[in-house]
């Protein structure tokens, strides 16, 4: 059964879910900030959702914690294609149709069921039913991830992607281009009314999220794109690009598999995903300061595609 806790703010100025930490040293920081998003702590009588938010001294929040649930992970053994590796996190490359953590209808074969069998105790990291995971690439889209294996690590490393320190960069092939090079996108995302598998720009309730975005090479029906991410929503990317009007080439939600020159259907043959590649990560390590950088390019039939359209579109 879900629990109720009610305490009484002594810090004044303090961001909601510091002020939190202070308070609650039994839970980490990475617990009650996932409280926070998700609804489950009032301030004076009133939802807050926002882990920034300020507090004042005498405050009055209201906690209310779920009960965690036993999801049974299985530690599976098949090879992780790890980049980087210490006592604190592992940086490695996921592949395009890799899960990264177990879900309805995704028991088993995911990312957190290898790193369950390949890192000691990973299953008490991060608090509940993702361990160690800090951040998320979508089941079809490649590249580079961080996994914390410490609690502190996991901590540090959630605090990065609060504060938008983590650089992330990722390649995308779009149908069309703009006529502009380069720019950025801020709204706020939140799930189609009707479509609860989409997320869509809205105008209340939904979460900030923000890209900039640079063309990289005008491939003629096509394009690929740069995007660095300064918030990471949930399919930030896809959404962001197929509503400035250039979906992500072979996305099944977001108008990629829409009509297209048969010269480029012809080239999607057998890639049964989006052309989206998480390219670049950068952080600073969560135990040592040192900012660490990791690149990896895309993967094979993304890259046959890319090489397709510069043999047919390239300007001479």
């Excluded at 949930?234 to 297209?260: C, F």
Aim: net charge negative; charged share 25%.
């Amino acid at each position: 059964m879900p629990t109720s806790q009610t305490i009484t703010l002594t810090e004044d100025g303090s961001r909601l879910d510091r002020a939190l930490v202070s308070a609650l040293p039994e839970h980490s920081r990475a617990r009650l900030q996932g409280l926070i998003e998700e609804g489950a702590v009032t301030l004076n009588g009133q939802v807050i959702t926002k882990v920034s938010h300020r507090v004042s001294a005498g405050d009055e929040v209201t906690l209310t914690i779920p009960e965690l649930r036993a999801v049974g992970l299985v530690a599976q053994d098949f090879d992780l294609d790890v980049l980087y590796e210490d006592e604190d996190v592992v940086v490695l490359y996921k592949t395009a149709g890799m899960v990264v953590h177990p879900s309805k209808g995704h028991q088993d074969g995911t990312l957190v069921n290898a790193l369950m069998h390949a890192v000691d105790d990973l299953a008490g990291i991060g608090g509940e039913e993702r361990p160690g995971i800090v951040h998320r690439l979508d089941k079809g889209t490649s590249g580079v991830m961080i996994v914390a294996k410490r609690d502190d690590a996991h901590n540090a490393l959630r605090e990065q992607f609060t504060v938008h320190s983590v650089d992330r960069v990722y390649l995308a092939v779009t149908l069309g281009t703009p006529s502009l090079d380069a720019g950025r996108i801020e709204n706020r995302l939140g799930r189609a009314a009707n479509d609860r598998l989409r997320f869509t720009a809205v105008e209340h309730d939904g979460r900030k999220a923000v890209t900039t975005w640079k063309v990289m090479e005008r491939l003629g029906p096509c394009g690929l794109f740069e995007c660095r991410l300064e918030t990471g929503r949930t399919h930030q990317v896809r959404v962001h690009l197929s509503e400035m009007g250039y979906p992500i080439l072979g996305d099944p939600l977001y108008r990629g598999r829409r009509t297209a020159p048969p010269p480029v259907t012809a080239l999607l043959e057998g890639v049964n995903h989006q052309l989206l590649h998480a390219w670049k990560l950068a952080f600073d390590h969560p135990r040592t300061g040192e900012r660490l950088s990791f690149e990896r390019p895309p993967p094979e039939d993304f890259m046959r595609v890319l090489r397709g359209l510069r043999a047919q579109y390239a300007p001479a």
